[in-house]
């Protein structure tokens, strides 16, 4: 039996998804899991921290799919477009390859930076710089990990933030290195810069959109396995 596991950096990503999809809850875990006959779906952290620990705690899967949300680059891709990169890179480093699934279909470039990419300027100059059409935080490790072991690999990206648009370094703040949401982080950005509001409002709207597409993704590779 085919068996995908979808790994997100973020909780909010996984419990988004596992909504979307239908998934039941894996029981004894204090961080999203999720599990069908097909699909199955965990978060692994911010840059994929935790995931040695929780991928011990997942089935040995026949396709892993890194999946969740990113930033566009390009400035031709619009909200809740969905980015498959046929590579992955990390400025400096060679590329990381994909592999094929046939539900989804492979283009272009994704780059996997360490912090977030602020401004519509600054996704610009990255634009420029590396080709790519859309930029994440997660992928690269996930794609490296995989193929250390030898697994088939696959990157599944709505986009949650166009290239006019950046991510508030406040904003994204209010997420811990282990995927979760504080509410007290939140608090104090709203109280410190009340335009976060808003900004939290394009930001979370653009999320949806996102992680919506990319739920019908994984449904269709789920009927086609």
């Known amino acids: 039996m085919t068996r995908v596991l979808v790994l997100t950096a973020l909780d909010l ?4 998804l596992a909504r979307h999809l239908g998934l039941p809850q894996v029981p004894g875990h204090p961080w ?5 006959d097909v699909l199955e779906v965990a978060s692994v952290g911010l840059r994929a921290a ?12 026949t396709l892993m799919i ?8 390009s400035p031709e891709l619009r909200e809740g477009a969905l980015v498959v990169p046929e590579t992955v890179t990390v400025p400096g480093s060679p590329a990381l390859v994909t592999d094929d699934v046939p539900a989804l279909r492979r283009a272009g470039s994704l780059v996997t930076v360490n912090s977030v990419v602020e401004t519509a300027t600054a996704k610009a100059r990255l634009w420029r710089e590396t080709g790519a059409l859309a930029v994440d935080m997660e992928s690269a490790p996930i794609v490296a990990w995989a193929r250390q072991r030898r697994w088939l690999i696959a990157v599944l990206r709505g986009v949650s933030d166009t290239a006019a648009r950046g991510v508030p370094a406040d904003l994204a703040g ?8 504080s509410a007290r982080r939140a608090v104090r950005v709203m109280l410190a810069r009340p335009r976060a509001v808003s900004d939290a409002f394009v930001l979370c709207r653009g999320t949806a959109t996102a992680l919506r597409n990319v739920a019908a993704a994984l449904a269709q590779v789920a009927r086609a396995a």
Do not use: K, N, Q
Request: glycine content about 10%.
């Open 13 to 16: 990503e996984a419990r988004t």
């Open 32 to 36: 999203p899991h999720f599990r069908s």
């Open 50 to 61: 935790d995931i040695d620990a929780r991928v011990a705690e997942c089935r040995t899967p």
């Open 66 to 73: 890194a999946a969740g949300a990113c930033g566009a680059l």
């Open 174 to 181: 209010v997420v811990d290195a282990g995927g979760h949401l």
